[in-house]
């Protein structure tokens, strides 16, 4: 594979355990393998070049074993491939992660009566000024009719478009009499800073005079055309996907394979089963590209790998969540190789039947979810990788189960192996429209990614991790933001940045 030369620290001479300030910044995707290789050189005294420097060793990972572990060790590869007694430790942090909101509630006293037969109905707009200098609207309140001394309703907005994640970057606000043909009269306006408006953090009022210019230099004694008075404002913090990860939640790999009679006899090289000396079969590929990405973030690296819609030994009965390897106490099998090793030492000993029900084998991942809500922290998160040849026979209670599952710490992933019509599959990825359970309740976050396996075959598998994972973070986050649950150690790893990127 190609590489690509990223950036190098600074030479700290004379010294055997060098620690260096140099900070790499690299962009981070969930949903690709991203190999990182980091080198060691010994620079001779009269030069800074590389060419006369002496090669230590060097070490590679990926960013995702980095991040998830927060702090990698690893020993030197000396040239020649053997293991020196030099130890390289690389720490992650995130950079940006400006994603929090602000909760604002402003009011105003006495502002200037515009109105013949009425008082004025003001509204106030917040304008962010731009580095190009340009203005931005950022909110505009509702209009309060006929009241000199208005208080609007409190809104949310995020601390990005607010002043671009810079407490010191000017904020002109604007308060405009309403008038029902458009054509508003200007009150006055004033220039703040979310730094002054923090200021209202701990219940204190923040207030600005609101100035009218024409009637400052008109008016002799021209105080002002009232004030605006800043309440209340509240920092929401939003967590990031780095955050939870970084905090310790572990990302749960599950893989569910399907073993129907119509994926054709396993020992025919036109089975979708079918195990090629060479030429891993679509099952083996997009386990193997989905999995290799998943076990980066999951410590204990074993994961549990189950099977449906086939007659198992010893009394070939149908089951539609069998464990792979037989043992029906621990389905784990160890690292993604022992997935794929459980996979094929299986084969021989199923009779592929029907029907293709996933519904049970969500109802177990979900069940071992659900235990992991109880915790009330964020150590767990599921994904279920549902490997299938065909349309699902039991879509009903599917879409049951998935409305269950949708209020826990879980993600489905469908892919679907070979040619089939997997239209009706289609509507299990809300994508289009709200999924509902039979009995209409809607879901209550979109967890299901479904792609057809013959959309990248003429692509390389990671650009099928990279479709079906992209959306991974986001309903991890979404997940705890939405049952309040912040990521666990962040205290101790806070960074000691300031705000901003």
């Known amino acids: 594979p190609s590489s690509c030369f990223v950036d190098r620290t600074e030479v700290i001479r004379s010294c055997v355990n060098p ?140 601390l990005n478009s607010l002043c671009s994640g810079d407490h010191e970057r000017k904020l002109q606000c604007t308060v405009w009499d309403w008038d029902s043909n458009g054509k508003h009269d200007y009150i006055g306006e004033f220039e703040a800073t979310f730094k002054e408006m923090r200021g209202a953090i701990d219940g204190r009022q923040v207030q600005w005079p609101c100035i009218n210019p ?157 235990q992991e809500v109880h915790t009330k922290e964020a150590m767990q998160y599921f994904i279920l990788l549902i490997l299938t040849d065909g349309v699902i026979t039991d879509m009903a209670d599917t879409r049951e189960a998935i409305v269950q599952a949708s209020h826990l710490p879980m993600s489905i992933i469908i892919v679907g192996v070979g040619n089939a019509d997997f239209s009706d599959m289609q509507m299990l990825d809300g994508d289009d429209g709200i999924l509902r359970s039979p009995k209409g309740e809607p879901v209550l976050r979109d967890i299901v990614q479904f792609v057809p396996f013959r959309n990248f075959k003429h692509a390389s598998p990671a650009a099928l991790a990279k479709s079906v994972l992209a959306e991974v973070p986001n309903q991890v986050v979404d997940y705890y933001n939405s049952k309040g649950i912040k990521p666990k150690v962040s205290s101790e790893y806070q960074s000691s940045r300031p705000f901003g990127p």
Not at 58 to 79: D, H, M
Not at 102 to 119: G, I, N, T, Y
Not at 120 to 140: C, G, H, K, M, W
Not at 256 to 270: E, K, L, Q
Request: contains cysteine; negative net charge; hydrophobic residues 35%.
């Open 214 to 370: 024409k009637y400052k230099v008109k008016k002799k004694n021209y105080k002002n055309s009232g004030i605006v008075i800043l309440n209340q404002c509240k920092i929401i913090k939003m967590h990031s996907f780095l955050d939870y990860i970084m905090g310790g939640c572990q990302i749960q790999f599950t893989v569910a394979i399907d073993f129907t009679a119509s994926n054709g006899d396993p020992r025919n090289s036109c089975s979708l089963h079918y195990i090629h000396p060479y030429q891993p079969n679509e099952y083996l590929k997009a386990l193997v590209a989905v999995g290799e990405i998943c076990q980066d973030y999951d410590s204990d690296k074993m994961f549990p790998a189950f099977g449906f819609g086939a007659q198992i030994p010893p009394d070939y009965k149908v089951s539609h969540d069998f464990a792979v390897n037989f043992n029906e106490e621990n389905p784990e099998c160890a690292g993604i190789q022992g997935v794929v090793e459980a996979y094929q030492a299986c084969l021989p000993k199923l009779q592929l039947y029907g029907p293709t029900n996933i519904a049970p084998i969500i109802q177990k991942v979900a069940k071992t979810a659900s």
């Open 19 to 158: 620690t260096y300030s140099k900070v790499f910044t690299l962009d981070f995707y969930f949903e690709e393998v991203q190999r990182l290789r980091f080198e060691l050189y010994d620079i001779n005294s009269s030069h800074n070049g590389l060419k006369e420097a002496d090669f230590l060793g060097s070490v590679e990972c990926t960013l995702g074993q980095i991040i998830s572990q927060r702090k990698l060790s690893k020993a030197l590869l000396r040239p020649g491939g053997t293991v020196g007694k030099a130890i390289i430790t690389i720490t992650a942090e995130e950079l940006t992660g400006n994603d929090d909101y602000v909760e604002l509630s402003f009011s105003a006293r006495k502002l200037d009566d515009k109105d013949f037969f009425s008082k004025s109905d003001p509204f106030l707009e917040i304008y962010r000024l731009n580095d190009d200098a340009t203005l931005q609207l950022v909110y505009r309140t509702e209009t309060v009719m006929n009241n000199l001394n208005p208080v609007w309703k409190t809104f949310k907005v995020s």
